[in-house]
């Protein structure tokens, strides 16, 4: 079984960084609660403002599928895009490490 990821790079409106961070933090303390969840992490873009990658580790893609179709996934993910101006949502697999 290989390692899977979802990951997502998101653009945050201007002068909403705070904002976007606390909805993220809200959201990825309910991802975490997901069966095969890992834990989630948001990194910001050194040298470009308002420019972030999150990524969180499942122990499977049926696990990540699953929680991507809950239910509840739109209610927890809009306060989050609520505050992002562009969003690209990627689903990464593990091919080397060192």
Known sequence: MSEVYSSGIWKVKDG????FV????????W???M?????ARLTKDIDNPGHY???APWESIDAMHAWKN???FPQ??????????EFTPQEMELVAQS
Do not use: R, Y
């Not at 306060?79 to 992002?84: E, F, L, N, R």
């Open 16 to 19: 909403e960084d705070q904002e």
């Open 22 to 29: 606390d909805a993220w933090t809200d959201f990825a303390k």
């Open 31 to 33: 991802l975490s609660t």
């Open 35 to 39: 069966p095969g969840a890992g834990t």
């Open 53 to 55: 990658l999150s990524f």
């Open 70 to 72: 809950s239910p509840e």
């Open 76 to 85: 927890h993910m809009g306060p989050v895009q609520a505050h992002v101006a």
